[in-house]
């Protein structure tokens, strides 16, 4: 069931399966007629314009150009230097930054097989965060999981989520190198405890979040095409 509200209308969609797809659509408002609406009368009542999507992703394509190649580069470097070592990467993050670094993980393992672990089991997460708190969970995984020699990537929208902070802090006593993936503020506190920053300037969750995923897969790719 379905509702979609702008000013004075609503549209209400209702929809089930009985051996065929049937649906049925009630319009109510001044704005629109009884029936099926014209999608030309929906965008003049919709503050959304038409050109919405392509300033969005002339946004999101401006974001990701704005990457620093040598940062790449270096970062493409320590990963191979990690590899040879017979070490690994360990990646962290939060929420949607989490389902990032899973398929990181994946992607660097099965597409160019470096070895990489991501942490985010249901058991581990809510085992660490009970017995040490959730905002050391983090730095609890790595100290437990991490070998001299490793790398660790972290994923902060914020770049001040508390877990994560607390992880970087981890490796650097632990004698790790970090990169980090941030938004907001340039010399956040995640920044600044990582030897590598990529950092978006912009605080749209969406827009951050898919230049950390594009940056990431581009590190995968190109070795790949090694």
């Known amino acids: 069931f379905i509702k979609i509200f702008n000013k004075n209308f609503e549209i209400k969609m209702l929809t089930q399966r009985n051996h065929k797809l049937k649906s049925k659509t009630q319009i109510v408002g001044p704005y629109l007629n009884n029936g099926i609406p014209n999608v030309l009368d929906f965008l003049k009542c919709s503050k959304i314009n038409n050109s919405f999507f392509s300033n969005y992703f002339e946004k999101l394509n ?6 620093n190649d040598k940062q790449l580069f270096a970062a493409i470097q320590l990963i191979l230097k990690t590899n040879q070592n017979k070490k690994k990467l360990m990646i962290f993050g939060n929420g949607g930054s989490a389902a990032i670094a899973s398929h990181i993980a994946v ?8 070895r990489a672990t991501n942490y985010n089991e249901a058991d581990l997460i809510t085992c660490l965060s009970n017995d040490f708190g959730y905002q050391y969970w983090v730095s609890q995984a790595i100290e437990f999981y991490a070998d001299k020699g490793d790398i660790i990537i972290l ?6 989520s508390s877990n994560i902070l607390n992880g970087a802090k981890k490796a ?3 004698g790790l190198k970090v990169i980090s993936f941030t938004e907001y503020k340039k010399d956040n506190e995640v920044s600044k405890n990582s030897n590598l920053n990529f950092w978006v300037d912009s605080n749209e969750y969406n827009i951050i979040e898919m230049a950390h995923h594009v940056w990431l897969v581009s590190l995968i790719d190109y070795i790949e095409e090694l």
């Open 62 to 67: 401006s974001k990701i150009l704005d990457v």
């Open 172 to 174: 650097n006593e632990m």
């Open 107 to 114: 992607d660097f393992t099965k597409a160019v097989r470096i």
């Open 155 to 160: 994923i902060s929208s914020s770049g001040t």
